[in-house]
Nanobody
Framework: HVQLVESGGGSVQAGGSLRLSCAAS?????MGWFRQAPGKEREGVAA???????TYARSVSGRFTISRDFGKNTLYLQLNNLKPEDTAVYFC??????????????WGQGTQVTVS
């Protein structure tokens, strides 16, 4: 199974920015970023295909940007204009293309983003 290590989270004020990274031990054509806030279910926020096509949840569209470095097997998420409602633990995962369904049941530890 692919191993996932997320990093880059932190505490920022509203309007601030962060860049999250996800190091994956293997390649997957489609990858996604997810987040889970306290008391809420995990939700998909951004996805990218090997073709470069990107999909964003409506709540983050225009503020978040997903990208990947194939050579480094690393996925990124640039978070701009952060809002308190973006506070959550952020995870990455390989996904079924065109869906928010993870291909793995073994999630990484995630990275905490806190916006005040």
């Amino acid at each position: 199974h692919v191993q996932l290590v997320e990093s880059g989270g932190g505490s920022v004020q509203a309007g601030g920015s962060l860049r999250l990274s996800c190091a994956a031990s293997g390649y997957s054509y489609c990858m996604g970023w997810f987040r889970q806030a306290p008391g809420k279910e995990r939700e998909g926020v951004a996805a990218i295909e090997g073709s470069g096509d990107k999909t964003y949840a409506r709540s983050v569209s225009g503020r978040f940007t997903i990208s990947r470095d194939f050579g480094k097997n690393t996925l990124y998420l640039q978070l701009n204009n952060l809002k308190p409602e973006d506070t959550a633990v952020y995870f990455c995962a390989p996904i079924h293309c065109g869906t928010w369904t993870s291909l793995t049941k073994l999630w990484g530890q995630g990275t905490q983003v806190t916006v005040s």
